[in-house]
């Protein structure tokens, strides 16, 4: 049976000037029709986390989310998945301050970056600010990272920063915590919490 971990990797193989035949089999024995691009793994991780709470198999609607490895890389995934490849529909997160990069490298891939939703810093800034900043303490604690977080706050960088960048650089500070945190905020997200570029990002799959 066909595997979406199998056709990210095909992608990811195209993408480094490999062949182009397994992504292309891949995605007709999935039946995809969208591809949701995202910056990195933790954005991956966090948009099936919110699929999986609202009940939607992303993979059996025709849906792959594919993380690009990093934003430069949105213009060569849009030539390879969208019109002038896979031919499939186009969607994604993007940051504010990559917005114009964005617009730029879909236009030259001949997609539409209107289909691209815009998060104000990146997705992680989002969710904490939905959740507040006293909530992503307390899940800090929770998963007893509080003398960690504790430790980060007394370095001379941190002080008087806003505590949601303080949150939001804590999680990238160390290798796999942007992606724990990102599970752990959305799934403490009640409904009406859903940051609204995700939440849009949903009524368009």
Avoid at 77 to 83: F, M, R, S, T
């Amino acid at each position: 049976m066909a595997d979406m971990g199998a056709f990210r990797d095909a992608v990811d193989q195209w993408a480094a000037d490999g062949p182009g035949e397994p992504a292309r089999d891949l995605a007709v024995r999935l039946g995809l029709r969208t591809a949701v691009l995202v910056e990195g793994p933790s954005d991956l991780a966090a948009v099936e986390a919110l699929a999986a709470r609202r009940g939607r198999d992303l993979a059996a609607e025709g849906v792959a989310v594919v993380s690009m490895g990093g934003a430069m890389s949105v213009g060569r995934y849009a030539d390879l998945l969208g019109a002038s490849g896979l031919g499939l529909r186009l969607t994604g997160l993007c940051d504010e301050r990559e917005q114009p990069y964005y617009d730029r490298a879909l236009r030259r891939a001949g997609a539409l970056s209107a289909g691209f939703l815009v998060c104000a810093a990146d997705l992680e800034d989002e969710l904490i600010r939905s959740l507040g900043t006293a909530r992503a303490e307390e899940i800090i604690e929770a998963e007893g990272d509080l003398r960690a977080w504790q430790t980060f706050l007394h370095q001379p960088a941190q002080h008087g920063r806003p505590r949601h960048r303080q949150l939001r650089r804590f999680l990238g500070t160390k290798k796999g915590r942007k992606i724990r945190y990102g599970l752990l905020l959305v799934e403490s997200l009640t409904p009406s919490q859903v940051p609204a570029p995700l939440d849009a990002l949903f009524t368009r799959l």
